[in-house]
Structures are given as structure tokens and as C-alpha cells.
């Protein structure tokens, strides 16, 4: 029934034409991974006045898979015809009947929302909505209501083609991915990282994921949230790094020595920044996502993330930062992170009782000193 | 009528016992100070088996002021009354009748949840509901719906008292300001500067709010704009920080000598992430909070970003960074700033018509030393 999909983006339509064609290209080639990989046939996908176009005869699953590509704000299956009244008025009425159908109203509420985007048709905006509106009345029990509708029929014109469809489907927004650079995310394995993440892929960032080895079952864990992050991730190349820390039992041993468990946790973070950088380094990657939301576990002061920060000279970038527990967690429900998070991972031997709350820099320094015999790398200032 | 509020919160409630005790004397500190600055009269604010009680008789108006107080999830303004059953049973007949009128509704459905918090009274919480619930019945129209109710009546019973409730008000949760020490936060006159401060507030943190001087204009709207965030302040004592920049001029001249003005919006964030780190030296802040939304506009780039963090070895905060624009304007509109965001403000003649989209270090450490007749500090790694 539909043989077209209309994707609608939003900010970069703030941007100079320049900076916007790549953008469109970028979002474009996106569409077309999502698509491929999802093995969804379509014709072609062009740009047009503002708006994407797909042409597609699997319009329903395209609208499932195209909700997951950042960049695009809403979708609408829809039927493309030559743009001749007769034609527009058969095929709203055929949408709204089966739409009418779908919602099991007697008599909906509906009213006709035109649009001609280039002006080759005759009839003005309002015309057009008054004729399909009229045929819609003609031959359907319904009436027509501008501001309280159950059916919003959408007719747009361009080119000699008019576009028609009844559904909007709202999709997460953000920006393509690939026209923000690269950054590093930790996967931890639990519930905050890969929303950290998600959020920065969200923003049209290309996340390189690593993870720091605990064991084989939090190793599974990650693999298996990183899997669901790549169901967001069309336009991204990001396989999981696994970093094997070969340092670990030396620090446990040493802090244990100089009494100094307390800072276990907070030299873990530290190491795992210097690990994230190492492999930004490597693939140009501009910065390090972490899922720390402040005040929420002991290691997530000011004074812990400010020793942890040292580790690296990119920023690190914390979307959590500002959020409770509690909105983190809506979105890991949402992107299906959650039940995954739960799943049971490696114990680990070494968290200290009582953990530091307000580490000192000058006590990390100590014993950094004492573990590696050199001073840990600081910002100069 | 009511003469105590009932307050709820959350997140502390999962620390340990002394991390909690101390958690709760700072959310009663602030509600106290919340109060006395707002001019609401109250007896005595306690806290009691996992719940704050604000004895007043303005109850109404505590909790509007409440609202704005981080750390609390909800509010009921109630009724403490001793803990009998026929008091209870009055006392919630009178609630209903004003909420039924509040509605008007003919025949509300409605549900009666008790709660037995200490053991002292005879009845158990099932019990106390159906007792309630009866004597509604019997002397209002209305019926008894658990899982759809019109108005849900809450009796929470503890030592020998009854708090009787129809309302349950949401705030804005987070933690108590005061309790994750402090960070400076730049406020530039934007829409997007007061939403990252206020995101920190809420998560309990003291912000010193910096103001970079461009002109009167500005200034006058950032005062402005900072003098509502302080309505959610409360425990917090910053007042507006207006730094003068002497450079200024000696940066844009150079900047067009070497015709490098594409870096001028870049230097000027550098500058100014500069001056905060300053002020948070001074101030014993553990970093800086910034607006920044990735790839929003040019200076937003993570290429730039990396630039401006080298200026300070705190770390950066930047809660909307994983943000779409309209969910920033969403929360601006919330908390009362967006329209002063709108105010006009003094123009800036030195905004260059293509600031540079990605920022080199190598190549602003040469303008940098060719301004200053320094190097920049740059974190050492």
C-alpha cells in the first residue's frame, strides 16, 4: 500500500546550505546502512525541499528500522501519486478508512493538513485540504475538526507528486551519526555507561566502545549491551575493545600494603581513563564518555572525578552528570539497555569496605608514586 | 486546615545510616532557610522514619516554596491529627468533600492507602483502609476503585499520631545543594548557561555562577536570569561574579593582524574557562560547569571543546551535552529562564562570519603565544 517513507530532520535545517547538504548526505547514507543491514528493499532515497525522501514498498518495517537513525525527528509512511486531485482524494480516502478501521471510531474526528512545497499544482494549501476534506465528508461517516482530531490526513506537493499519509511517528532526534567526530565510551556493564554512550551517539558522535576485562561473565554482559547500542548505531564502525589491565594485581597488592584499600576504587577509574586514552590515541578519537551522574556512589564526588580527570588531557565528557538514578534508568528502559545491565556479572574480590569519598590528589600522587615509581601525569596548570 | 507537610525524598534513602543522617540535617537546613527567606511561618521541621514533617499552618504555601527545594521528590500538605479512628475517619471525610469540590466530580472513585510506619496503633494498614474507605462510602457519594481513582487518600500512621493527605505534590528530586561541594558555572546571558547550572543544583551541588562582561546590556539580563535561578537555591549562597576581561581588545587586534579571526570565538571560551578556573581557585570549587551541547553551533565541536578544556585542569562539566536544543528550551521554559534568555543583549563586533568548525592546538598555541609572548598550558600527557 505505501511505497514511500517521508523523514523529517530537524536542526540541521538551522545550519548554513554548506554545512546542511553534508549533513543530508551523512543522514542519507545512514538511512541506506539501516536499511541494508536490515535486509529492507527500497528504490532510492533522495533529498528534497527540506525533507527525505524513501522509496521504499516495505514502508511499515523502513518506518521501524528508520526510528533508530539519529538525525531524523519524524516518519511518515506514505503513498506517493501524480499530484491530480482525483488521485489525492482516493488515496486519503483509502488511508482514512483504514486508519478509521485501526482505531475502531464510528465517526472520527478529522481534519486535512496540505502543504505544496513547490507550486506547479493549481489549487493553494487551503483549497486542498477543503477538496479532500469535502471528499473525505462526501464518502465516510466524520467531521471535520481542526484542533481536537482523532486523523490528521497529510498532503504535501511537490514536483507534480503529491505525498499522502495519516501517521507521524516521532524518532529520537539528535544528529547523524559521523558528522561529530569520534570519542571513546567505557562500558562498564552496568546501567549508566551505555546510556552515557547512547547519548553521545545520539548527538551524531561515533563511539568507539572499550571495556576494561573484570571476567568472562561481565565480558558477556557488555558484549551483549554493546549489541543492543549497535542496533542505534547505523552510520558507526565501533566493534568492543576489550582492555586486559595487566597492572591491577600490582596496585591491589601495594594498596594493601600501604593500607590505602580506600582508594581502590578511585585508581580503577584512573587506570581506566588512562586505558580510554591510550586507545583514543590510537583512532583519533576526540574525548572520553563516562556514565558518572554526580553524587550517586561514593567514587562520583567532585574530588574522585576531579583525581580521575587527570588521567587523560581530553575532555571527558559525562551526559549523566545532571540526571538522578531514576530518569538514567527511563533511558535504559527505552533503549533496551536495562534488563541487560541486571544480568549477573564477575564479583570483584578487591572493593574496599569503606571507599574514599573525598580523595586528595596529593595522597593519589603518593601513592601512584609508590605503585608505578613516577609521578602520575597531571594537567600543567 | 492542614497543619503539617509531609516530605518525601529519595535517593538519600540508599546510603548508609551516617551518609543518610548527614543527607537529611542538610535538606532540613535548606527547607529552614527555604522557608524563613520565603516568609512562611512554621513550629518545627523534623525528620522521622525516612520522611521530613514541616509543621505549619501555611502549608500550602510551604509547599510551593518546597517545590523548588532539590532533594525532594514529593510533597503532601496534611493533616496531623492523634491517631484515632474516628478522628482519622473525620478528617479524612473533610479532605475528600474539598478535594470532590476541587474536582467537581458527583461520584468520585477513590482509594484509601494506609501505612503503619511505627506499630503502636491496634489496626493494620489493610484494615485502616477499609475502615476509612467505609465511612466514606457511607457518608459521601462516591465509589471505591483501586486501579482508577479520582482521589487517592493517604493515612500514614506513626507514633501516636495520623497524617491525613489527598495531594501529592512532585518536585524536582536530585540531592541537597550543599552536599557535593561546589563548582563555578559560566554564565554567558544564553538559553543554554542557566539549564547546565541549574542541572547541577540539582544535583546538590553549590554553584558560584561567573559572568564574563560583554556590556550593560548583558549583564543586566544575567542578573536577571541568575536571580531566578536562585529561587532554587536554597542552601546555596553564590551571588553574581562579574569579571572584566582586560584582554579583550589586545586578542581581536592581534587575532586580525595575523588574520586569524576565525579562532576568535574559541579564544574568547578559552579566556573564559580561564577566568573560572581562576575564580574557582579562589573560591575552592572543584570545576566548571559549561553549556556546551555537542555540535549545536561551530564553537561546540569536539575539536574546539578539546581546545577550550586545556585552560583548566578541572574538569568541565556539561550536563546538556547529549542534548537536543528543544529538550533544553523545554527545561529553560520549566524553570523560568527562557524568557529572560530572550531579553536583548549588547551586540558583539567581533563575532567572526566564519568562526573555525575545527579548531587545531597546534595552530592556536601559535596565535596564543603570538598574544600573550607564552606558551598556553596544556595538560602535560
Redesign the interface.
Known amino acids: 500500500m505505501f511505497n514511500v517513507v517521508i523523514v523529517r530532520y530537524?536542526?540541521i535545517g538551522t545550519k548554513s546550505r554548506q554545512t546542511r547538504r553534508w549533513f543530508e548526505s551523512i543522514l542519507m547514507n545512514n538511512i541506506r546502512e539501516a536499511l541494508v543491514s536490515e535486509g529492507i528493499g527500497f528504490k532510492k532515497v533522495e533529498a528534497k525541499h527540506g525533507r527525505i525522501l524513501v522509496k521504499t514498498n516495505k514502508a511499515r518495517d523502513a518506518v521501524d528500522v528508520l526510528g533508530r537513525v539519529f538525525g531524523i525527528v519524524s516518519l511518515s509512511p506514505a503513498m506517493e501519486v501524480d499530484a491530480e486531485l482525483e488521485k489525492i482524494n482516493r488515496t486519503a480516502l483509502k488511508l482514512f478508512r483504514r486508519k478509521k478501521r485501526e482505531l475502531g471510531l464510528e465517526r472520527p474526528r478529522f481534519r486535512v493538513t496540505g502543504r505544496r512545497i513547490t507550486k506547479e499544482f493549481p489549487l493553494k494549501s487551503p483549497e486542498v485540504q477543503a477538496k479532500v476534506g469535502e471528499y473525505i465528508l462526501e464518502n465516510e461517516e466524520s467531521e471535520v475538526n481542526l484542533h481536537e482530531y482523532d486523523i490528521e490526513i497529510g498532503v504535501e506537493l511537490m514536483e507534480g507528486k503529491a505525498y499522502v499519509f495519516v501517521d507521524k511517528i516521532y524518532a529520537w532526534?539528535?544528529?547523524p551519526i559521523g558528522?561529530?567526530?569520534?570519542?571513546v565510551a567505557l562500558l562498564s556493564g552496568g546501567i549508566d555507561s551505555p546510556v552515557?554512550a547512547f547519548?553521545?551517539m545520539?548527538?551524531?558522535?561515533e563511539v568507539i566502545p572499550v571495556h576494561i576485562y573484570m571476567g568472562e561473565k561481565t565480558l558477556e554482559k557488555v558484549r551483549r549491551i554493546w549489541n543492543q547500542l549497535k542496533k542505534y548505531n547505523y552510520g558507526g564502525k565501533g566493534e568492543l575493545i576489550v582492555v586486559k589491565p595487566k597492572e591491577r594485581e600490582r596496585i591491589i597488592e601495594k594498596l594493601r600494603e600501604m593500607k590505602k584499600e580506600k582508594y581502590t576504587c578511585v585508581f580503577c577509574k584512573y587506570m581506566m581513563v588512562k586505558h580510554a586514552?591510550r586507545v583514543a590515541r590510537e583512532f583519533g578519537a576526540?574525548?572520553i564518555v563516562m556514565g558518572d551522574?554526580?553524587?550517586?556512589v561514593a567514587s562520583q564526588?567532585?574530588?574522585n572525578?576531579?583525581i580521575v580527570?587527570?588521567?587523560?588531557?581530553?575532555?571527558?565528557?559525562?551526559?549523566l552528570?545532571?540526571?538522578?538514578?531514576?530518569e538514567i534508568v527511563s533511558i535504559a528502559k527505552k533503549i533496551g539497555t536495562f534488563e541487560l545491565s541486571t544480568l549477573p556479572e564477575d564479583e570483584i574480590p578487591f572493593i574496599p569496605k569503606h571507599p574514599v569519598i573525598?580523595g586528595s590528589w596529593e595522597e593519589f600522587r603518593k601513592i601512584y608514586k609508590a605503585v608505578f615509581g613516577e609521578e602520575p601525569?597531571?594537567?600543567?596548570?
Open positions: 530537524g536542526e532526534g539528535g544528529l558528522t561529530q567526530g569520534k570519542v552515557a547519548l553521545m545520539k548527538r551524531g558522535v586514552d576526540k574525548g551522574s554526580l553524587g550517586q564526588t567532585l574530588e572525578m576531579y580527570s587527570q588521567a587523560t588531557d581530553l575532555p571527558i565528557y559525562r551526559p552528570i545532571g540526571m538522578d538514578k531514576e573525598r601525569r597531571k594537567r600543567q596548570c
